[in-house]
């Protein structure tokens, strides 16, 4: 399966720290993708970064990814309340299958 | 605002009724999926429609029946459901060659 499994699933910091969380896959990808999701309502991309890509940063979101440990990592730093939200990763193969979502990460920010 | 725009936000029915689901997106995209995400469980995959084609139906039964008229809209036809099938139900587009998925807000599924 290409399922992303998120870790931790659940996370709460304060406002002002950064947040770490983590992606393992199972197979070679083309890709993998970072979404976000407020309670109840849609998915939104985030940020995409390919397998020849280790590092790739969007504003205050730095994504990594080490292909060898089929693993990466997205980083907020300096949360915000706001930043309150679930948390998935999702992996493309070079085949283009859709993408396959983990159960996510709950993060909480507490101001 | 994703671009792509789900109706109805929240629908309850009883397990005889039939309903259906819509999903339009305004992005000029040539794929549209149907996920369904349960609480405490990953999103799954549902159906997947490349130019009107469905190409993937993950095991999905068959009182759900996706319907695609053409590359802007999607519909997911409900019939007979049962109370586990009560979730939040989200449409998603995009361009098979970037990979990356629009959802709309989804439609909130309660079957009594």
């Known amino acids: 399966s290409q399922q992303g499994e998120e870790d931790p699933q659940a996370l709460s910091i304060q406002e002002g720290e950064n947040a770490t969380m983590n992606c393992s896959y199972k197979t070679s990808i083309n890709n993998l993708q970072w979404y976000r999701q407020n309670s109840g309502r849609g998915l939104v991309h985030l940020i995409l970064i390919r397998s020849n890509e280790r590092e790739k940063h969007s504003g205050r979101l730095r994504v990594t990814l080490d292909t060898s440990k089929k693993s990466s990592s997205l980083l907020i730093t300096a949360s915000r309340a706001a930043d309150t939200a679930s948390y998935f990763c999702?992996?493309?193969?070079?085949?283009?299958?859709?993408?396959?979502f983990g159960k996510g990460t709950r993060l909480s920010v507490i101001a | 605002e994703t671009g792509v725009t789900q109706t109805p936000r929240h629908l309850v029915m009883g397990m005889t009724n039939k309903k259906s689901l819509k999903c339009e997106q305004h992005l000029g995209h040539n794929a549209m999926y149907w996920y369904k995400q349960s609480a405490k469980k990953p999103l799954e995959l549902m159906f997947v429609y490349n130019f009107k084609e469905q190409t993937e139906n993950n095991s999905v039964p068959s009182r759900f029946s996706p319907e695609c008229p053409n590359s802007s809209h999607l519909f997911l036809h409900l019939h007979t459901l049962q109370p586990e099938d009560s979730a939040l139900y989200l449409c998603?587009?995009?361009?098979?060659?970037?990979?990356?998925?629009?959802f709309g807000e989804g439609s909130r599924l309660t079957v009594l």
């Open positions: 999702a992996t493309v193969n070079s085949g283009n299958t859709p993408l396959v």
């Open positions: 998603a587009s995009s361009d098979r060659g970037s990979g990356e998925l629009f």
